[in-house]
Nanobody, 125 residues
Framework: VQLVESGGGLVQAGGSLRLSCAAS????????LGWFRQAPGKERDFVAS????????YYGDSVKGRFTISRADAKNTVLLQMNSLKPEDAAVYFC???????????????????WGQGTQVTVSS
């Protein structure tokens, strides 16, 4: 089982990036998919997640209204569209897959069994 992120890079504040995560090794159509991020010296923070059927989405408070998560099960892919980026959004972004117990578990690292290696996002001011 492998989750591979792509799309990270350097962007100016106010700009946009779209992260993509491709899953392989199994079908994730019955799994919630999401993103966490971690900046140097900080804890890993919840960014966004989407339920297995796409009906429910969850966002961290700091990204609400700026980031959008979506999934394309035909391609076993989850996307994160990031707009109006801020310097504080700079971090390594990790793709995750799992089966959270309930809505409160979507924002917890323990809700996910599979993690990608991460992709770096840098935002210049």
């Amino acid at each position: 089982v492998q989750l591979v992120e792509s799309g990270g890079g350097l962007v100016q504040a106010g700009g946009s990036l779209r992260l993509s995560c491709a899953a392989s090794g199994r079908t994730f159509s019955s799994y919630a998919l999401g993103w966490f991020r971690q900046a140097p010296g900080k804890e890993r923070d919840f960014v966004a997640s989407i339920s297995w059927n796409g009906d429910s989405t969850y966002y961290g408070d700091s990204v609400k209204g700026r980031f959008t998560i979506s999934r394309a099960d035909a391609k076993n892919t989850v996307l994160l569209q990031m707009n109006s980026l801020k310097p504080e959004d700079a971090a390594v972004y990790f793709c995750v897959a799992g089966r959270p117990w309930n809505s409160s578990w979507y924002s917890r690292t323990g809700g996910y069994d599979y993690w990608g290696q991460g992709t770096q996002v840098t935002v210049s001011s």
